[in-house]
C-alpha cells in the first residue's frame, strides 16, 4: 500500500494546483503539499510522481502551501476549497491508511511486548518454564495476526526473527535445565518408592486399614505436589492406585467395591457434580450480567474519549463472555436432563432385578417346603412302612411258603397299595420337576430380557 500520492485538483478559485498527500503513521495524519500550477515545471511534476511517490524526499519550490489534515474514517482529507479529479482513488486510500495506522500500532505493541520478554530473560540466572510458554502464547497470538493479515510482511518477518532468537537461547538454558530436572525427578521416585514399599509392609503384615488409607491419602498428596518426569510420574500413579485398590477391598469387601462401581451410583455423583457446577455457572452468569448493566449504564454518559472507547470495548467482551457461559448453561441442563432420564431408567430396572431375586428366591423356597412336605407324607405313610417292612424283612417267607388265602390276599393288597402310593409320589415329583423348570424357563426369560435392556442403557 502506497503512503503517498499525488493528484492534480483545483483551488476554490478554479486554479490548477497539484496536490501531495503523505500519511504519517505515528502521528495519524496527513500532510498535504500544495503547489499552484505556475510554480511546478514538467521535471518537478515527475519527479513527484515517480520519486515523491515511491518515498523518496524532494526539494519543494519556496512559493507552495502545506496543511496537516487529521486522519478519519469519515472526515475528508482535501483542505477546504480544494478538489482533485480522482476523489475516489483518494477515499479508498484514506481506508487503507486507517488500516496501515492500525496495523503499525499492533506492530509497536508487540515489538514492546518482545522487549519485555528479552529484558526478563536477560535477568534469569536458570530457564524458566513459565516465560517460554509464555513466550509460545506471544507467538502463536502473532501467528494469529499474520494469518488475517493485519501486520505487513517487514513486520512479521522482524517480529518473528527477534522471536526465534529468543527461543534459542531459552532452549540452551531448557537443556541444561531438562539434566538437572531430570537428576532431581529420580531422586522423588526413590523416596517414593521406599514409602509405598513401606504402606505394602504394612498391609501384608494386617494393621491399620484405616490408618494406611490415611497415610496413602498423604503420599497422594505429596505426589500431586511433587515434579517428576511424564514417566516417573506415570510409573508412580500405578503403584499408588493399585495400592489404594487392595486397602479399599480389604476395608469394604467385593461387594462394597461392586457398589462403589454400580452404574447408577456412579451416575448419580456425576448428576451431584453437574448440580453443583450448575449452580456455580448459573451464580457467575449473575455476577457477569450485573458487571454488564453497570457499564451500559456508563456507556450512555460516553464522550468519546479514549476511555469511553476501552468501556465499550469491555462491555463488548463481557457480553461475548455471558453468551458463551450461557451456552455452556445450556450444554449443562441438557446433560442435566439425560443423567435424569438414565437414573430413572436404571432405577426402573434396577427395581425389576430385585423382583426377579425376590421371585426366584421365594420360588426356590416354594419348591423346597414342596419336597419337605412330600418326604413328610411318605414317611407318615403307615401303609408304605409296613409294606417296605415286610419287603426288606430278613429271612422273610419263600415264595412257596407265602400264606394262602386271606394272607395272601392282604399282602397282594398291601403291595398293591404300596405301588400306588410310590406312583403318587413319583408322578408328585414329576410335577415338582416340571413346574421348577417351566419357572425357570420363564425366569431366564426375563433375567434375558433384563440383561438386554441393561447393555443397552449402558450402551447410551
Not at 502545506?66 to 474514517?73: G, Y
Not at 465499550?312 to 463481557?318: D, G, P, S, Y
Request: proline share 2%; aromatic share 8%; charged share 40%.
Amino acid at each position: 500500500m502506497r503512503t503517498r500520492l499525488v493528484f492534480w485538483g483545483k483551488s476554490a478559485q478554479d486554479e490548477r494546483v497539484l496536490l501531495g498527500f503523505k500519511l504519517n503513521e505515528e502521528e495519524n495524519n496527513v500532510d498535504v503539499f500544495i503547489f499552484p500550477e505556475s510554480e511546478t515545471t514538467e521535471d518537478f511534476v515527475n519527479q513527484m510522481h515517480d520519486d515523491w511517490r515511491s518515498g523518496k524526499d524532494l526539494l519543494f519550490p519556496e512559493n507552495h502551501h502545506h496543511q496537516t489534515m487529521p486522519l478519519s474514517i469519515t472526515g475528508s482529507l482535501l483542505p477546504e476549497g480544494y478538489s482533485i479529479e480522482r476523489d475516489d482513488i483518494l477515499k479508498r486510500a484514506q481506508t487503507e491508511w486507517q488500516f496501515i495506522v492500525l496495523s503499525a500500532r499492533l506492530y509497536k505493541t508487540y515489538r514492546e511486548e518482545l522487549e519485555d520478554f528479552k529484558d526478563k530473560y536477560e535477568k534469569l540466572s536458570k530457564f524458566d518454564p513459565g516465560l517460554f510458554e509464555d513466550l509460545k502464547g506471544f507467538w502463536s497470538k502473532v501467528q494469529e495476526q499474520v494469518r488475517e493479515k493485519n501486520l505487513f510482511r517487514d513486520h512479521a518477518d522482524s517480529i518473528r526473527k527477534h522471536t526465534d532468537a529468543l527461543f534459542d537461547d531459552l532452549k540452551k538454558l531448557r537443556k541444561a535445565f531438562d539434566q538437572e530436572f531430570q537428576e532431581l525427578s529420580e531422586k522423588h521416585l526413590s523416596r517414593f518408592r521406599e514409602q509405598l514399599e513401606n504402606v505394602e509392609k504394612k498391609i501384608e503384615e494386617g494393621l491399620s486399614l484405616q490408618n494406611i488409607f490415611q497415610e496413602l491419602k498423604d503420599i497422594q498428596r505429596s505426589f500431586r505436589n511433587t515434579d517428576f518426569t511424564s514417566e516417573h510420574r506415570s510409573q508412580l500413579w500405578k503403584k499408588i492406585d493399585g495400592l489404594f485398590k487392595v486397602v479399599k477391598e480389604k476395608r469394604f469387601g467385593k461387594e462394597g467395591m461392586a457398589a462403589k462401581s454400580d452404574p447408577l451410583s456412579r451416575i448419580q455423583r456425576r448428576y451431584d457434580g453437574l448440580k453443583a457446577a450448575i449452580d456455580k455457572m448459573e451464580r457467575s452468569i449473575k455476577r457477569d450480567r450485573k458487571e454488564l448493566d453497570f457499564h451500559q449504564s456508563k456507556l450512555e454518559d460516553s464522550d468519546g474519549s479514549l476511555e469511553s472507547q476501552l468501556r465499550a470495548a469491555k462491555t463488548k467482551m463481557i457480553a461475548e463472555r455471558v453468551k458463551s457461559k450461557e451456552d455452556k448453561l445450556t450444554e449443562m441442563h441438557k446433560t442435566e436432563k439425560d443423567l435424569e432420564r438414565r437414573m430413572e431408567s436404571l432405577k426402573k430396572k434396577k427395581e425389576q432385578q430385585e423382583m426377579e431375586e425376590k421371585l426366584k428366591a421365594e420360588i426356590k423356597e416354594k419348591i423346597a417346603q414342596d419336597i419337605k412336605e412330600a418326604e413328610i407324607a411318605r414317611s407318615e405313610d403307615e401303609a408304605v412302612q409296613k409294606a417296605a417292612e415286610s419287603i426288606s424283612e430278613p429271612g422273610g417267607a419263600a415264595p412257596s411258603e407265602r400264606p394262602a388265602g386271606g394272607q395272601a390276599d392282604a399282602a397282594s393288597e398291601s403291595l398293591q397299595e404300596t405301588l400306588t402310593i410310590e406312583e403318587k409320589i413319583e408322578d408328585s415329583f414329576e410335577d415338582i420337576v416340571d413346574t421348577v423348570k417351566a419357572v425357570a424357563a420363564v425366569i431366564e426369560d426375563k433375567f434375558e430380557n433384563f440383561l438386554d435392556d441393561w447393555r443397552r442403557d449402558e450402551e447410551e
